[in-house]
């Protein structure tokens, strides 16, 4: 397993436009799902160590980040044939475990994660109401066999900031994961 880290956050760079389906049933588009104040689109995955490190902390900012007119959706967009546990079923299971309160959408043909320059999982990105970039950093500093609960809450503070000015912070830290499984 080598772990990735995304490239720093190009300010102000344009979300690009997506319609996927989603384990609920429903497709949804980037339109669907911005937020009122900013928007997070975030890549994970069912089978990523990192992933599954924080994934109750995504789930409780997630539900933090909603209070502040944050739209959030999560993309699975792994090569579910050398990765089955990454499948569109094991997604819609994994969901429905975890009561995501969020889309948790399938790319397929990895279109998107192209799109976005997605590179590993997880991987954060906070636009503000009018889709451009202003975060690409990590939650927060959890790393592998250590996740302290009392830890700033980096991708949480970003997302409520970009809510209240549009604006992302100076300073962050890249996410580090696994890297996309590409076909």
Not at 47 to 57: E, G, N, R, S, Y
Not at 84 to 104: G, I, R, T, V, W
Not at 160 to 176: F, L, W
Request: negative net charge.
């Amino acid at each position: 397993m080598a772990a990735l880290q995304p490239p720093v956050c190009d300010f102000d760079w344009q979300a690009p436009h997506f319609s996927l389906p989603g384990t609920d049933g429903n497709t949804y588009s980037l339109t669907d799902l911005a937020g009122e104040k900013s928007t997070l689109v975030m890549f994970i995955c069912n089978h990523c160590p990192f992933v599954l490190a924080i994934l109750d902390k995504i789930i409780r900012d997630v539900h933090d980040m909603k209070a502040h007119g944050i739209g959030v959706v999560a993309i699975c967009s792994n090569d579910h044939v050398s990765h089955p546990a990454d499948s569109f079923e094991n997604m819609q299971l994994l969901a429905e475990k975890h009561e995501f309160p969020f889309p948790y959408l399938h790319d397929a043909d990895q279109i998107v994660a192209r799109n976005y320059d997605a590179v590993c999982t997880p991987d954060f990105f906070g636009f503000n109401k009018d889709l451009g970039l202003q975060y690409r950093g990590r939650l927060d500093a959890t790393r592998m066999g250590t996740s302290p609960s009392d830890l700033r809450r980096d991708l949480f503070e970003a997302m409520k900031q970009i809510a209240e000015t549009g604006q992302g912070p100076d300073h962050q830290v890249p996410s580090i994961g696994c890297s996309i499984k590409w076909k």
